[in-house]
């Protein structure tokens, strides 16, 4: 062993010692530095995607809000005002909408008897028995803003007849029947 050393320059002692502390450092590099490189990085995105989710949560808020709005539209266009109305005040609150809608217009309101409809899933029908006394325009004006009054409500049957033997604008009468519908819980 002796003989060897004595053969080995200063110089290639050097390079051995060198080479040999280069894969010590690559060894203690791989074995700590690597993971917990790869540890930070990971950390370092995590903690992105949390300050992200936090500058976001007043737009969730901003969403939610908006989606409670469309949610509160949907409710006003399916029942108008009576979406918070008790179910024993509709009645009442759709038979003065109707005397409303034909003052507008200038029709007479003959009648309304509220009848029970059927139940269609979650739904329970609530039928307007209603008779309309006006000319052609009128009743037609009034069919448009009973909609935009009341929500959605269907019109199950229509019958026209007429009142007089005038040729020009005849006085017509109207029997319809409303159909409305309520969420039942």
Do not use: C
């Not at 899933?121 to 028995?129: K, S, V």
């Not at 909609?147 to 006085?171: I, N």
Request: proline residues 2%; charged residues 20%.
């Amino acid at each position: 062993m002796h003989s060897i050393l004595t053969k080995i320059s200063l110089r290639e002692i050097r390079l051995l010692f060198l080479g040999a502390g280069a894969v010590s450092f690559s060894l203690i590099s791989l074995t700590f530095v690597v993971p917990n490189a790869n540890s930070l990085r990971q950390t370092i995105r995590e903690v992105t995607t949390l300050q992200t989710i936090a500058q976001d949560g007043d737009s969730l808020s901003a969403q939610l809000a908006r989606q409670h709005e469309s949610n509160d539209e949907i409710q006003y266009k399916l029942q108008g005002d009576m979406a918070n109305l008790p179910i024993r005040q509709v009645e009442a609150y759709i038979i003065g909408r109707l005397q409303h809608v034909s003052w507008n217009n200038e029709i007479e309101l003959v009648s309304v008897a509220p009848a029970t409809g059927d139940r269609l899933q979650i739904f329970q029908e609530m039928l307007f028995n209603v008779q309309l006394a006006g000319q052609y325009e009128d009743l037609y004006r009034w069919l448009l803003e009973a909609r935009e009054e009341l929500g959605f409500v269907v019109v199950k049957e229509y019958t026209l007849t007429r009142q007089d033997a005038a040729d020009q604008q005849p006085r017509l009468l109207a029997n319809l029947s409303l159909a409305t519908y309520r969420a039942v819980e």
